[in-house]
């Protein structure tokens, strides 16, 4: 397959498996330099009232795409975690995936050019850019540890011998902005004790723990997906189950959130809790198919991002849903994606 089907497939593929975030020509038409601050209303329409940035970076807020309508289409914003779906603050940053933590933030940003391009954009802790290096292919997840020392991203690249028109992950984990190299690299044990080898092996959706050695993370081959347990320490990663894909740690660490497939359908995902001491899994409430990697609330809520229903909707809210399987789904932030819940 030439360059240009490749890259079609990749595309294609990508917004099914992955909910790849909005594309180059939407992201052109929204690209005018923004420094403003609004507040949303229903219907995703625009005021004037003010958010302070600082003082909303200095309590405890979310961090997340803005996909409202106008000029700050695809920039990073904040909230408060007091009045998320209030004012925002909406920043000078073009992102498709963002994350953040006390110390900072990354974006991973689109380039001009006639070919799109891509780059993993570091922030500082005002959020504003203050490094920026290449990614190779089209951006698809990025996490940061809690310390802000390690930042793992997910794009899709082709070119892998395996086969033209299937697409590919490279998942590279950088300390202090070094890369260890693509976790495809290390070595992968199966819950059944096989090696995974396979030339079509994936890795995806990676979440870091508080000791800055241990990891999660999807591996896939073929039609299956596994959750395993990384050290970066030893480069070696454990199968724990399989259908688990996209994981998220809570914030103390003992639970694991992720999407599994519903049925037998491809591209059609349920929400999951799994507790990692007892080996409990608990489907959570959320009926409709999530493509995304959730974000923990808090102790006891999830985010995630959902495309808005309606014919000829083009944005994405961003819901929030108990963790205990209890409850109802509830809209977090409208117009917006990448969640990311900071506590200074």
Known sequence: MNRPGRISVLVSVSVVCFGLAAGYLVWAKHSAAVGSVVEPTPGGSESTAQLDLGAALAQPHVVFRNAQPGAGFGMVAVSTLRAPDGPRAVGQQLCERTYATAGGGVCLAPKRGLVPTYALVSLNSRLQPVASSPLVGLPSRTRMSRDSSLVSTTTFVGGHSYGDGKFSTETIIRRDGVSL?????????????????????????????????????????????????????????????????????????????????????????????????????????????????????DADHLLYQLPRDGAGSTSTDIWQVPADGTGQPSVFIEDASSPAVVRP
Not at 185 to 214: C, E, H, I, Q, Y
Request: charged share 25%; net charge neutral; hydrophobic share 40%.
């Open 181 to 297: 190299g693509n976790i495809e690299n290390f070595t992968t044990t199966l819950p059944d004790g096989s090696k995974l080898t396979a030339v079509d092996r994936n890795f995806w959706g990676v979440t870091f723990a508080a000791d800055d050695d241990t990891f999660y993370a999807t591996a896939a081959s073929g039609n299956t997906t596994w959750l395993v347990r990384g050290s970066l320490r030893a480069k070696t990663m454990t199968g724990l189950r399989t259908d688990a894909e996209c994981p998220s740690l809570s914030p103390d660490g003992t639970k694991i959130a992720y999407k599994k497939r519903l049925g037998a359908k491809l591209g059609v995902w349920h929400l999951a809790v799994l507790d990692l001491k007892s080996g409990k899994e608990t489907v959570l409430a959320e009926q409709r198919s999530v493509d995304d990697q959730m974000e923990w609330l």
